[in-house]
C-alpha cells in the first residue's frame, strides 16, 4: 500500500495537534463546573433531551491529545510500531463515549460518565418528566375502559372550547372556518 504523501501526513498532524488540546481544555472546564454555558435542549441531530456537548468534547479531545504526546514521541525516536498501538487504544474506548454522549448514554453509566454537578442539574427535570408520563399512562388506563364516544367527548371537554384556527373571511363575511377539534 502507498503511504499518503508528504504534505497530507503533515496536515493531519497539523490538524491534530491543535484540536486535540482544543477540544480537550473546554471538556475539563466542562467536568470540573466551570464552564456550564453550553447546558440547556439538545441541538436537531442529537437524540439526547439536553445537551452534552461540553463532555463529548472532553472523549473526542483525549485520544487526540493522547495522539500528540505520541506523535511527539515518535519525534523523539520511539518505534513508530508501538506509538501506533498505543495511540489506537485510547480512540477505540473514547469515540464510542462520545457518541454515546451525543445519541444515548444507558443510566447505568450516568453515573460513572456525568458529574455530580450535571446529575444534581438534571435530576429534577427527569422527576417532573417521570410524574407527568405517569400521569399521561393513568390518564390513558382510565380512558382505555370507556366506550370510544365517551373517550371522544372527554378529550374534546379536555382541550376547552372551540377556537378558529383557520378563518378565512372576504369583505368581513367567514366562508370557511376550521378548529383543531374534529
Known sequence: MDSPPQIALIAF???????????????????????TSWVGPSGPKSTAKHSRLGFMMFWAGAPMTVMDVLLGLEALGVDA??????????????????????????????????????RDWEDPINERDDR???????????????????????????????????VVEVDQKVIWEKTSHY
Open 13 to 35: 498532524t497539523a490538524l491534530v495537534i491543535c484540536i486535540g488540546p482544543a477540544l480537550l481544555v473546554p471538556g475539563v472546564l466542562a467536568y470540573s463546573g466551570r464552564w
Open 81 to 118: 510500531s508501538v506509538t501506533r498501538d498505543l495511540g489506537l487504544a485510547p480512540f477505540m474506548l473514547c469515540v464510542p463515549i462520545a457518541m454515546m454522549h451525543v445519541f444515548f448514554l444507558p443510566k447505568v453509566l450516568r453515573p460513572l460518565l456525568l458529574p455530580q454537578w450535571y
Open 132 to 166: 407527568e408520563a405517569e400521569v399521561r399512562r393513568a390518564r390513558r388506563k382510565r380512558l382505555r375502559k370507556l366506550p370510544r364516544a365517551e373517550r371522544r367527548r372527554i378529550r374534546l371537554q379536555e382541550k376547552g372550547p372551540l377556537e378558529p384556527w383557520i
